[in-house]
């Protein structure tokens, strides 16, 4: 009676299905191989794939075969805006990226190209934005109470396209309380502590790439007065902020450049430093915007970037197409 049951079970089975009773089995091991890596996390050795017998760069080659093609225009990928809120704590998914707009589909990663195993998965997706104009998006943020910490999502640290990132937006808003009666001397001298607070965040998220190619501050400037009143600051205002970027941040920007190797002359003549610089907006909450552009080439970097949009609250809005960011499935907060 056994028999019959089991031999009447495989029967249905293959007449519910395309293929053999067989190639059902493979099938459905093969995912049920994949939910597993992703629900208990494992090492991405735990499943075996016949390419992994290969050596790395066999693999690789093998890759070179089955990516898209890039000849000249490196595909533009965008990660997700990284909030300064996105905290410790918190299961966010480290592997989203999005696609420029003007990505073809031709040149867009194969979906089923990441199911193969999780190692390949992760080989390929390195192999991918190695040869990608890859934007790292973050948020770098003050308080009121502590002008001199900006804060960022320690997630971006743990992102796995981080070392190949060639582009970095950064958006900061920056908080500031003073006195009607300040001298300048000593208002300068606060300019320069919260400058030199904001490099030291942006040498900790820099510091695990390889050198980069440009770097955009769109910076918020969220002044008040100690009694609430909103501080607008004056183009006069601007120009010595302005001059305190120059005097003090200048240089370790220009240091972390990517050097171009498609001249001889060092440094680069197309490399610099830019600035846009916008007062009050009226009807806003800010108090003054300034973008600074750090660049490998600058003339195309600021003729590139689209003019940005302040909404009422004095943010910025942003243009880019980005992914939006979301939690580990099935992990709880």
Known sequence: MAMVQRWSENKKLSITSNGSFEELYASRQSQL??????????KPSTFSSSLLALPREIRDRVFDYVLPDIVEIRPELHTCLWGAD????????????GYGSSVANERRLQPKLLLINKQIREELLQNYFRRSKLTLHAELRNTRLNNNLFEFSPHILQLPMLKHVT????YVEWNYGTAKDIAKEAQLKDQVRMTSSLLEAVDIIIAPLQ????VELSILFFWKYRSGKMYSLSMEDMFALEDVFKRYAEQRWLQILRKNKSTVTSPNPSVGVGYKLSSEKKGTEQSGGMEIFVSQDLDLAMTTRRESNVDFYGHYGISDPLPQPCYRHGVMI
């Open 33 to 42: 191989f994949r939910d597993l890596e992703v629900l208990l996390e494992l």
């Open 86 to 97: 996105m905290v410790h704590g918190e299961p966010w998914r480290h592997d989203i990226f």
């Open 167 to 170: 582009h970095i937006r950064f």
């Open 211 to 214: 050198p980069i190619e440009t």
